[in-house]
């Protein structure tokens, strides 16, 4: 009766080890491995880097030589109009990629087993985060790299050119907490991609990446011109092509935060709720 008793006690001493509390240098620590493993998993599929390698160096090439001509005239004078709206265009359709990779992991099972380990519940879900912040930056410096290649020379200099990306990163990984809350609710990942694309590439076309605003109709005009997208390229533009704090960085900034406020909270409570 004795080892009776005691099974169930050492059982029950396992159980609330397993769900001790996780202190914040541990929560810090395993979202640092969170982040870890999912570079090692780019790494180990690499069709996953294709938007942040490929993309921007074929836009950049595809869009200056075939508008350049068309709407600045040349090429080198297009330049300075177009790498930052392909630096805002990069880094955004990449960070869709977030809530896709978020909805397989829930559909392979991946979080059931996390569930089991005396780990924060909040590190699987943050550590793609932090991992997509390298992502960002990788898009962000090739799509400069390809401009200077092809002759761009950003009067900003490079605190400039190092402000702007700086501000695409923060707006790519500020959205991609709408796109992760996407992925807590949709039903498969296709279903998160369609979506994300459906919400994103509207945005970007419809925007003053690649066109001067004043050559659009009146009703396209007056919708671009309140484009968030429009906002972050025109900052991109003030800060790389003539290194000025604009009031564009100030708004483009407070929208970020102001996505960041609506959405991390939306994506912790429906990530909690599947595990």
């Known amino acids: 009766m004795t080892a009776t008793m005691i099974e169930p006690a ?3 001493d396992r159980v609330a080890s397993a769900r001790r509390r996780v202190g914040v240098g541990e929560t810090l620590s395993q979202t640092m491995t969170m ?3 999912a570079l090692k998993k780019m790494h180990r599929n690499p069709e996953q880097f294709f938007d942040v390698a490929l993309q921007p160096i074929l836009f950049t090439a595809m869009f200056a030589y075939i508008f350049g001509g068309a709407i600045a005239g040349d090429v080198k004078s297009y330049l300075p109009m ?3 709206g392909i630096l805002a265009q990069t880094v955004l359709t990449t960070c869709m990629a977030t809530g896709t990779q978020l909805r397989e992991d829930m559909e392979k099972g991946v979080f059931d087993r996390f569930k089991s380990l005396p780990m924060a519940r909040i590190a ?3 550590g793609p985060m932090v991992a997509d912040l390298v992502r960002y930056m990788i898009a962000a410096v090739l799509t400069f ?4 290649a092809i002759g761009y020379r950003p009067g900003g200099g490079v605190p400039g050119v190092l402000g702007a990306v700086l501000l695409a990163v923060f707006c790519g990984w500020s959205l991609a907490w709408a796109f992760t809350w996407v992925g807590t609710i949709a039903r498969s990942a296709q279903a998160v991609q369609g979506i994300s694309m459906m919400i994103l590439f509207p945005l970007t076309f419809l925007s003053n990446a690649f066109v001067p605003v004043e050559s659009l109709p009146g009703g396209l005009e007056a919708f671009v011109r309140v484009n968030p997208v429009s906002h972050l390229v025109s900052a991109a533009r003030d800060l790389a092509n003539d290194g000025v704090v604009s009031g564009q960085v100030a708004w483009t ?3 970020c935060l102001a996505v960041i406020v609506v959405f991390a909270p939306l994506s912790v409570r429906s990530y909690k ?3």
Not at 145 to 148: A, E, F, Q, T
């Open 10 to 12: 050492r059982v029950a």
């Open 145 to 148: 790299g390809m401009g200077l």
């Open 124 to 126: 699987p879900l943050a």
């Open 273 to 275: 709720r599947h595990i």
């Open 253 to 255: 900034v407070l929208a």
């Open 82 to 84: 177009m790498i930052p």
């Open 35 to 37: 982040a870890w493993r």
